[in-house]
């Protein structure tokens, strides 16, 4: 049985501020909106402190009814006026809890929350630790956060069972640490016969062309590169295989993309459309699903091509074997070749028999990672972190 995300809210009201870096479209933003919709109707009140700008989903939360507050930090530019700013919004707003996101929120959620007084819990999203693939800012914040974890957070939570491995290896008190996966809608992704039909008529995708997509903004960790050279290989075997490039960042007009498929000879095979709304209808559309991120903690975008029945073909990083499972095909990163092989295996799958794999993938998700229970123990943490500071105080 589910547990009642109603029956584990601690009474009275609990109010939390969440404090993230940004609120643009990334895997932690998403689950952030995610959780605060599932939470709606419970007695979890929300507040939202980015410490950059509104973003895209920052709009979407204040339509809700969502206070959102912006501090306007430049990204990857340290703020004492920030700082300063976050700790009189604790103070005045007084939640129960503050709950952050990500390393930069977690280090100046952490000093905001000690100066109001408020426990914090911070949010780990990231599972590569490698400080080849990190920006140097980024590495001496993460170490600091290593350095205050025995003292600062009640608790440290994780999205990946990756991510806290890796943290550990880094000095993050292992004792504070608990994984609490992201979760989904299965009532909001799901295959669509019309959707798929109406997106490959607005992109003239030929009947019966296979679809590969890949939803990843433009960014180093997704490596595009790979998957545009696997593409390349794909279509030495199947020249009639169209590639569906979805997220910020990826539009005609950005030269390093552009220029990339111009030089491979995709261009007749590539549709780019940059950042879209309709996600589920884009996942419709497609036969096969990838991810080519040479760094992940837990890609979302794989559990929604799942849900929405779409067999995937992923590199190994991150929770993306975990994620998938036996319903698709894993590949090691960086390895065109080994993608593109993948690729190709599914789709040489009949028709009958990569339906019931991506019927399998949709359970898989829907059962394990089911945003109801996922909420029920933020709200269930939520609870514990107010009970045991108030135990403490007796």
Same mark, same amino acid.
Request: charged share 20%; proline share 5%.
């Given at each position: 049985?589910?547990?009642?995300?109603?029956?584990?809210?601690?009474?009275?009201?609990?109010?939390?501020?969440?404090?993230?870096?940004?609120? &643009?479209? +990334?895997?932690? *933003?998403?689950?952030? /909106?995610?959780?605060?919709?599932?939470?709606?109707? !419970? =007695?979890? #009140?929300?507040?939202?402190?980015?410490?950059?700008?509104?973003?895209?989903?920052?709009?979407?939360?204040?339509?809700?009814?969502?206070?959102?507050?912006?501090?306007?930090?430049?990204?990857?530019?340290?703020?004492?006026?920030?700082?300063?700013?976050?700790?009189?919004?604790?103070?005045?707003?007084?939640?129960?809890?503050?709950?952050?996101?990500?390393?930069?929120?977690?280090?100046?959620?952490?000093?905001?929350?000690?100066?109001?007084?408020?426990?914090?819990?911070?949010?780990?999203?990231?599972?590569?630790?490698?400080?080849?693939?990190?920006?140097?800012?980024?590495?001496?914040?993460?170490?600091?956060?290593?350095?205050?974890?025995?003292?600062?957070?009640?608790?440290?939570?994780?999205?990946?069972?990756?991510?806290?491995?890796?943290?550990? &290896?880094? +000095?993050?008190? *292992?004792?504070?640490? /608990?994984?609490?996966?992201?979760?989904?809608?299965? !009532? =909001?992704? #799901?295959?669509?016969?019309?959707?798929?039909?109406?997106?490959?008529?607005?992109?003239?995708?030929?009947?019966?062309?296979?679809?590969?997509?890949?939803?990843?903004?433009?960014?180093?960790?997704?490596?595009?590169?790979?998957?545009?050279?696997?593409?390349?290989?794909?279509?030495?075997?199947?020249?009639?295989?169209?590639?569906?490039?979805?997220?910020?960042?990826?539009?005609?007009?950005?030269?390093?993309?552009?220029?990339?498929?111009?030089?491979?000879?995709?261009?007749?095979?590539?549709?780019?459309?940059?950042?879209?709304?309709?996600?589920?209808?884009?996942?419709?559309?497609?036969?096969?699903?990838?991810?080519?991120?040479?760094?992940?903690?837990?890609?979302?975008?794989?559990?929604?091509?799942?849900?929405?029945?779409?067999?995937?073909?992923?590199?190994?990083?991150?929770?993306?074997?975990?994620?998938?499972?036996?319903?698709?095909?894993?590949?090691?990163?960086?390895?065109?070749?080994?993608?593109?092989?993948?690729?190709?295996?599914?789709?040489?799958?009949?028709?009958?028999?990569?339906?019931?794999?991506?019927?399998?993938?949709?359970?898989?998700?829907?059962?394990?990672?089911?945003?109801?229970?996922?909420?029920?123990?933020?709200?269930?943490?939520?609870?514990?972190?107010?009970?045991?500071?108030?135990?403490?105080?007796?």
């Amino acid at each position: 049985m589910k547990p009642s995300l109603r029956s584990r809210v601690a009474q009275p009201e609990l109010k939390v501020t969440h404090v993230i870096t940004g609120l &643009g479209q +990334g895997g932690a *933003e998403a689950m952030l /909106l995610k959780l605060i919709s599932a939470t709606r109707g !419970t =007695r979890l #009140r929300h507040a939202v402190v980015s410490l950059t700008d509104m973003g895209v989903f920052g709009h979407e939360l204040a339509a809700g009814g969502i206070a959102v507050t912006p501090l306007g930090m430049r990204p990857g530019v340290p703020s004492a006026t920030a700082l300063v700013r976050l700790v009189s919004l604790l103070r005045s707003h007084r939640p129960d809890v503050v709950h952050s996101w990500m390393y930069h929120a977690n280090l100046l959620a952490g000093l905001a929350a000690a100066a109001a007084r408020v426990p914090v819990i911070w949010g780990i999203h990231h599972s590569d630790v490698d400080p080849r693939n990190t920006k140097w800012l980024t590495r001496l914040t993460r170490a600091a956060c290593a350095r205050l974890s025995t003292v600062v957070p009640a608790r440290i939570v994780c999205c990946a069972e990756s991510a806290l491995h890796s943290h550990v &290896g880094l +000095g993050y008190s *292992e004792s504070r640490m /608990l994984v609490i996966a992201n979760g989904f809608d299965a !009532t =909001r992704f #799901r295959a669509d016969r019309g959707e798929r039909v109406e997106i490959r008529n607005e992109l003239s995708i030929p009947d019966g062309a296979p679809v590969i997509g890949l939803v990843a903004r433009f960014h180093p960790d997704k490596d595009h590169a790979t998957f545009l050279n696997a593409a390349r290989l794909v279509t030495e075997a199947r020249p009639e295989a169209v590639f569906l490039l979805v997220g910020d960042g990826i539009e005609w007009r950005n030269a390093a993309v552009s220029g990339a498929i111009d030089q491979l000879g995709l261009r007749r095979s590539v549709r780019l459309v940059g950042r879209r709304q309709d996600v589920p209808a884009l996942l419709s559309a497609m036969d096969v699903l990838t991810s080519s991120s040479r760094s992940e903690g837990f890609p979302q975008v794989i559990g929604e091509a799942m849900l929405c029945g779409v067999p995937c073909a992923v590199t190994d990083c991150g929770d993306s074997r975990e994620i998938v499972g036996s319903t698709g095909r894993i590949v090691p990163v960086r390895d065109a070749r080994a993608l593109a092989d993948a690729i190709l295996d599914l789709l040489a799958l009949a028709p009958g028999e990569r339906a019931a794999l991506g019927a399998a993938a949709r359970e898989r998700i829907a059962t394990r990672y089911d945003i109801g229970v996922v909420a029920a123990r933020y709200a269930s943490l939520y609870g514990e972190v107010v009970a045991s500071r108030g135990a403490r105080r007796c």
